[in-house]
């Protein structure tokens, strides 16, 4: 359809049924909205008669595996319905141009950029030519098309914004050149080579994977090449939970060095002991070998290292925890995993800035307001600035948030649910 035609279509309700299956019953309005905005805006930029079609994108929660991936370990993640959504439509000209709302427009030549460039720079067309890249290399369709596209993915937010972005160029290809036919794992995939490779960011699949997949998935890293990604059939909306993200509004300015020391001091465990992660090591063999490790790597990179074997093992409790549908086994494992990343991997405030620590706030607000409660909170991320998760019953969550909110500023508590489907075609 012509843009005229399909927001004609839209605002007639043609995708109602779709918007409450992705976002619930209570969001048709407001997205249907937002999607006609997006068609108006994308008719403007490249012309009321191009033949469109509308793409949403999730963002994604960490659940449990805190910092875990970058040592081939597990990990359980979630999409949610904050997301990326697109309008779409091929051109016959071989370049990708992509307006995302308040930022200038990507453009992209697909017979001139197909290599990273030996300088890169960490913009948002090196994402782009990273995925036509990584579709070529695998032996998928690429070709040119014009995109307008609009988030409330928010950046700095632990939802993972690039991750989303990259599977939104993924998920646009598939549909235009390639029926819709590539699977979302491999989009996934293809998105991490680009940020890896042309964008210049050394990030692991979690990301990509949740976002793209959608619902709840458990990932097993042991082979990061071909990680085992399961499906968890839990309805969290059904139990009567929503998921609260509370963005404490940290800064992330001086935090690289925080964030890098994780997974180094991770390795460094693991190179003590002849291996090069974690998961190639024994925590036998760690923990036989502390009074050495201490006096070479530190205690805290011990403990980084101890967090990691029980996360692991928690992941796998969590998994199974969900499939037989026990949710107070879940909520207690999400405890258990916010008081390892607390107390061992310490990554919920930084020694740079002892006098700022927003996380430590808001997780003694979440205790103090859900204590008593069936309800589970702990850092969300990387940690050390940004954001928490809890698990909160419907009925209380709009108490929670009011604290939230009048404790950390307003809007700062987002009430999501847990969307079942990633990277869609509308």
Same mark, same amino acid.
Not at 92 to 99: E, L, P, S, T
Not at 324 to 346: E, H, T, V
């Given at each position: 359809?012509?843009?005229?035609?399909?927001?004609?279509?839209?605002?007639?309700?043609?995708?109602?049924?779709?918007?409450?299956?992705?976002?619930?019953?209570?969001?048709?309005?407001?997205?249907?909205?937002?999607?006609?905005?997006?068609?108006?805006?994308?008719?403007?930029?490249?012309?009321?008669?191009?033949?469109?079609?509308?793409?949403?994108?999730?963002?994604?929660?960490?659940?449990?595996?805190?910092?875990?991936?970058?040592?081939?370990?597990?990990?359980? $993640? &979630?999409?949610? +319905?904050?997301?990326?959504?697109?309008?779409?439509?091929?051109? @016959? =000209? *071989?370049? !990708?141009?992509?307006?995302?709302?308040?930022?200038?427009?990507?453009?992209?030549?697909?017979?001139?950029?197909?290599?990273?460039?030996?300088?890169?720079?960490?913009?948002?067309?090196?994402?782009?030519?990273?995925?036509?890249?990584?579709?070529?290399?695998?032996?998928?369709?690429?070709?040119?098309?014009?995109?307008?596209?609009?988030?409330?993915?928010?950046?700095?937010?632990?939802?993972?914004?690039? $991750? &989303?972005?990259? +599977?939104?160029?993924?998920?646009?290809?598939?549909?235009?050149? @390639? =029926? *819709?036919? !590539?699977?979302?794992?491999?989009?996934?995939?293809?998105?991490?080579?680009?940020?890896?490779?042309?964008?210049?960011?050394?990030?692991?699949?979690?990301?990509?994977?949740?976002?793209?997949?959608?619902?709840?998935?458990?990932?097993?890293?042991?082979?990061?090449?071909?990680?085992?990604?399961?499906?968890?059939?839990?309805?969290?909306?059904?139990?009567?939970?929503?998921?609260?993200?509370?963005?404490?509004?940290?800064?992330?300015?001086?935090?690289?060095?925080?964030?890098?020391?994780?997974?180094?001091?991770?390795?460094?465990?693991?190179?003590?002991?002849?291996?090069?992660?974690?998961?190639?090591?024994?925590?036998?063999?760690?923990?036989?070998?502390?009074?050495?490790?201490?006096?070479?790597?530190?205690?805290?990179?011990?403990?980084?290292?101890?967090?990691?074997?029980?996360?692991?093992?928690?992941?796998?409790?969590?998994?199974?925890?969900?499939?037989?549908?026990?949710?107070?086994?879940?909520?207690?494992?999400?405890?258990?995993?916010?008081?390892?990343?607390?107390?061992?991997?310490?990554?919920?405030?930084?020694?740079?800035?002892?006098?700022?620590?927003?996380?430590?706030?808001?997780?003694?607000?979440?205790?103090?307001?859900?204590?008593?409660?069936?309800?589970?909170?702990?850092?969300?991320?990387?940690?050390?600035?940004?954001?928490?998760?809890?698990?909160?019953?419907?009925?209380?969550?709009?108490?929670?948030?009011?604290?939230?909110?009048?404790?950390?500023?307003?809007?700062?508590?987002?009430?999501?649910?847990?969307?079942?489907?990633?990277?869609?075609?509308?």
């Amino acid at each position: 359809m012509n843009t005229k035609e399909l927001k004609r279509a839209l605002l007639d309700g043609a995708y109602d049924n779709r918007f409450a299956f992705i976002y619930g019953e209570d969001a048709v309005s407001a997205q249907k909205a937002r999607y006609a905005a997006a068609i108006d805006s994308f008719a403007e930029l490249y012309g009321e008669t191009r033949e469109a079609a509308l793409y949403s994108v999730a963002g994604r929660s960490e659940i449990s595996g805190n910092h875990t991936d970058h040592n081939h370990g597990c990990v359980i $993640a &979630a999409s949610i +319905d904050l997301d990326i959504i697109a309008v779409a439509a091929p051109n @016959n =000209d *071989g370049i !990708i141009r992509v307006k995302s709302e308040g930022f200038d427009e990507d453009v992209v030549d697909l017979s001139v950029y197909t290599a990273p460039k030996e300088n890169i720079e960490g913009h948002s067309e090196e994402l782009i030519a990273g995925v036509a890249a990584g579709f070529r290399q695998n032996g998928y369709k690429v070709g040119g098309f014009d995109a307008y596209t609009t988030s409330n993915v928010l950046k700095g937010s632990g939802i993972s914004s690039s $991750a &989303a972005f990259e +599977d939104m160029i993924g998920n646009i290809l598939s549909h235009l050149y @390639n =029926d *819709g036919q !590539i699977d979302n794992v491999e989009i996934a995939k293809i998105s991490q080579y680009a940020e890896n490779v042309f964008f210049g960011k050394p990030c692991g699949l979690m990301d990509q994977v949740a976002c793209a997949v959608g619902g709840i998935v458990g990932i097993d890293f042991a082979d990061p090449k071909a990680p085992v990604i399961e499906k968890l059939d839990f309805d969290m909306s059904a139990a009567g939970y929503k998921l609260c993200i509370v963005n404490t509004g940290g800064n992330h300015a001086d935090l690289t060095d925080d964030y890098a020391s994780v997974p180094a001091e991770m390795k460094a465990v693991a190179k003590a002991l002849g291996k090069s992660v974690l998961r190639e090591a024994d925590e036998k063999d760690v923990i036989a070998a502390i009074p050495t490790l201490r006096k070479t790597v530190g205690d805290r990179a011990i403990l980084r290292a101890l967090h990691f074997y029980a996360e692991n093992r928690r992941v796998k409790e969590l998994t199974a925890a969900l499939k037989r549908n026990d949710l107070d086994a879940f909520l207690s494992g999400i405890l258990a995993s916010g008081r390892s990343s607390f107390c061992y991997l310490q990554n919920v405030y930084t020694t740079k800035n002892l006098t700022e620590q927003g996380l430590s706030l808001a997780l003694c607000l979440s205790d103090t307001t859900l204590s008593g409660k069936r309800a589970a909170w702990r850092v969300h991320g990387g940690g050390f600035a940004g954001t928490i998760q809890a698990f909160v019953p419907d009925s209380e969550t709009e108490n929670f948030r009011k604290v939230m909110d009048a404790a950390l500023g307003e809007g700062c508590c987002m009430v999501r649910r847990i969307r079942p489907v990633g990277a869609v075609k509308i």
